[in-house]
């Protein structure tokens, strides 16, 4: 089993919508969560961070841990066509440590 | 500051040869990661130090891979007889050492082909 499970989507949605992005992971320990954005042939873009569980809101994006259910998600209000790229989450269980990525999942946000 | 460095952006090389990269991280950041991400995959962790010493090494890093901070600021990351698999970016990744809100930097990576 993979420690972090992201369905890999491609979502397609159209300007204006509400994005729901999701990770589950199967590893306890962990309790520091990210999530990153990804253009095509780019470096990852850190967009979220949070630790433990609970909600954490910037702009339009807002992360959300549950750490019983072993489950994160970002929202994405109001999408743009600039939002489209590969969003990607990362958690670890000490700041420092390897931090362990899902595979992402494809936006494209169609204007 | 401008960011996370990393050189060469693209590399082409012949499988057997050697393969050098080179990462800046964030000047003030004294801890620096190595990721390699192949397509439609998440970045896989490969290493990291914190200032010059090296604290964590994947089982995927394997003796062909070798990856040096010599005075705990810039990093290289060294391929030894590359092979056809080792075709990835190769990303980097620098942090302070208590990353808060700031989180963990990545660089655009060096993107490795092996023909």
């Known amino acids: 089993q993979k420690e972090v499970e992201q369905d890999p989507g491609p979502l397609s949605v159209p300007e204006g919508a509400i994005v729901s992005l999701n990770c589950t992971y199967s590893?306890?320990?962990?309790?520091?969560f990210m999530w990153y954005r990804q253009y095509s042939r780019k470096g990852p873009e850190l967009l979220m961070y949070t630790y433990s569980s609970g909600n954490k809101e910037d702009g339009r994006f807002t992360a959300q841990v549950d750490k019983s259910s072993k489950y994160i998600s970002l929202f994405i209000r109001d999408s743009q066509p600039s939002d489209s790229a590969t969003y990607l989450c990362a958690m670890s269980a000490y700041t420092g440590n390897q931090f362990y990525f899902g595979t992402g999942t494809s936006l494209t946000v169609i204007p | 500051d401008t960011g996370v460095s990393q050189d060469p952006r693209h590399k082409i090389t012949k499988r057997g040869q050697n393969v050098t990269f080179r990462c800046d991280p964030i000047s003030e950041h004294n801890r620096l990661y190595w990721y390699r991400q192949t397509l439609g995959q998440g970045p896989e962790f490969l290493t990291y130090?914190?200032?010059?010493?090296?604290?964590?090494k994947s089982r995927l890093l394997s003796d062909r891979f070798s990856a040096e901070r010599p005075k705990g600021s810039f990093s290289t990351l060294e391929i030894q007889r590359t092979e056809q698999g080792d075709s990835a970016m190769y990303l980097c990744?620098?942090?302070?050492?208590?990353?808060?809100?700031?989180?963990?930097?990545f660089g655009s990576g060096t993107r490795l082909t092996v023909v």
């Open positions: 990744a620098s942090s302070p050492s208590n990353p808060g809100i700031s989180g963990y930097t």
């Open positions: 590893n306890s320990a962990f309790q520091y």
């Open positions: 130090f914190q200032n010059e010493a090296q604290l964590e």
